[in-house]
């Protein structure tokens, strides 16, 4: 069965009374869920609550669920939007300069950009990966994240974040490049400090 | 053909180019370091985003979710912003409106209520959103009030 009809009638399963329909759907975009609240927040307890939250949230809203929008799309909105609200509640600044970056993680990075990697990474490498999205502004790194992350096209970032085509294709332009440009510094430099040892 | 652009970088990733062009930018990639670096650079960090490892979190976290929300069917309220006053229900219609106004003019100690409301209505946009969108619904029922009293 397509995925967004099962859910559907998941849904309205729920409505009718079957709450533990709603634990399909939990076990269903958990996953998805908690490693977008992740890559946001840059922090495993803050990620995990948020992910649970948003999914609270949804359960008490599906009988707003109108199925204009997947459930899958309606769902990442409700997680988008608390993202940022968790974000702008930090007292802490959200947005880390690249200079922050410690010495170590410019090392992993480093490795990274300059051989690739066989086989998945470790949970080291995953945490300097979410540090170095933590230098994109929010905007660029909802975007990056849930286009180069999540592989979602950009007509459903358009909706989730409730944006045109132009603005996410921008945003993303802008991520991208960002990255890009660091990247190209960071292996370069590297480069040339080794050569000058040699 | 001039150096890639991050435009050109992201259709070649993306495929998102006609065979020509591509021939055109495989041809330049031949003979330029720069470029090619460039574009194995972008290759590699978009393989790193795509594979990223899931986050290590609780085992039990659906069963944390599943023992927060009730076992039932959830409150049921119809679309609040095409809710429409009739004489059937123009006294839901003013006890609503008592019940958002008394939620927008009581202080924080009231912050509870607020957020069931908020949980209930306005789940999919943010604070901000949020706040736009119940101002606009006071107003509305406002007026709407008024138009009863003159009545």
Same mark, same amino acid.
């Given at each position: 069965?397509?995925?967004?009809?099962?859910?559907?009638?998941?849904? +309205?399963?729920?409505?009718?009374?079957?709450? !533990?329909?709603?634990?399909?759907?939990?076990? +269903? =975009?958990?996953? +998805?869920?908690?490693?977008?609240?992740?890559?946001?927040?840059?922090?495993?307890?803050?990620?995990? !609550?948020?992910?649970?939250?948003?999914?609270?949230?949804?359960?008490?809203?599906?009988?707003?669920?109108?199925?204009?929008?997947?459930?899958?799309?309606?769902? =990442?909105?409700?997680?988008?939007?608390?993202?940022? !609200?968790?974000?702008?509640?930090? +007292?802490?600044?959200?947005?880390?300069?690249?200079?922050?970056?410690?010495?170590?993680?410019?090392?992993?990075?480093?490795?990274?950009?300059?051989?690739?990697?066989?086989t998945s990474l470790k949970m080291e490498q995953r945490e300097t990966i979410t540090k170095l999205l933590s230098i994109?502004?929010?905007?660029?790194?909802?975007?990056?994240?849930?286009?180069?992350?999540?592989?979602?096209? =950009?007509?459903?970032?358009?909706?989730?974040?409730?944006?045109?085509? !132009?603005?996410?294709?921008?945003?993303?332009?802008?991520?991208?490049?960002k990255l890009l440009i660091h990247a190209i510094e960071l292996t370069t430099t590297i480069t040339t400090e080794a050569e000058g040892r040699i | 053909m001039n150096h890639l652009n991050s435009d050109d970088i992201t259709l070649y990733l993306d495929n998102g180019l006609d065979e020509l062009t591509r021939a055109k930018i495989d041809n330049h990639l031949h003979s330029c370091d720069s470029c090619k670096e460039k574009i194995t650079l972008a290759s590699r960090l978009k393989t790193i985003f795509a594979q990223l490892p899931e986050p290590e979190l609780s085992k039990d976290f659906t069963k944390q979710i599943m023992s927060t929300i009730p076992r039932k069917q959830p409150f049921k309220i119809d679309n609040l912003f095409s809710y429409r006053i009739s004489t059937e229900n123009i006294f839901q219609a003013c006890s609503l409106a008592a019940a958002v106004i008394l939620l927008t003019i009581v202080p924080n100690n009231s912050q509870q209520s607020s957020l069931d409301l908020d949980d209930l209505l306005l789940a999919e946009f943010s604070e901000e959103e949020s706040t736009i969108i119940l101002n606009e619904k006071v107003s509305n029922i406002n007026f709407i009030s008024l138009g009863i009293e003159e009545e």
């Open positions: 069965m397509e995925s967004a009809r099962e859910d559907e009638l998941v849904i +309205k399963e729920i409505l009718r009374g079957s709450g !533990d329909g709603y634990e399909f759907l939990v076990n +269903k =975009y958990q996953t +998805k869920i908690r490693r977008y609240c992740m890559n946001m927040l840059s922090d495993t307890a803050d990620a995990e !609550d948020a992910a649970q939250e948003a999914l609270v949230k949804a359960y008490r809203s599906l009988a707003t669920f109108r199925g204009q929008s997947s459930f899958s799309t309606w769902l =990442y909105r409700i997680s988008a939007n608390h993202c940022k !609200d968790v974000l702008r509640k930090r +007292k802490v600044k959200n947005e880390l300069s690249w200079e922050s970056l410690s010495r170590a993680d410019k090392e992993n990075l480093e490795l990274l950009f300059s051989h690739g990697h066989d994109l502004p929010i905007e660029q790194r909802e975007v990056f994240i849930l286009r180069e992350v999540d592989g979602l096209d =950009y007509e459903a970032i358009a909706q989730i974040l409730g944006c045109t085509l !132009d603005s996410v294709k921008g945003r993303l332009k802008r991520a991208r490049e | -």
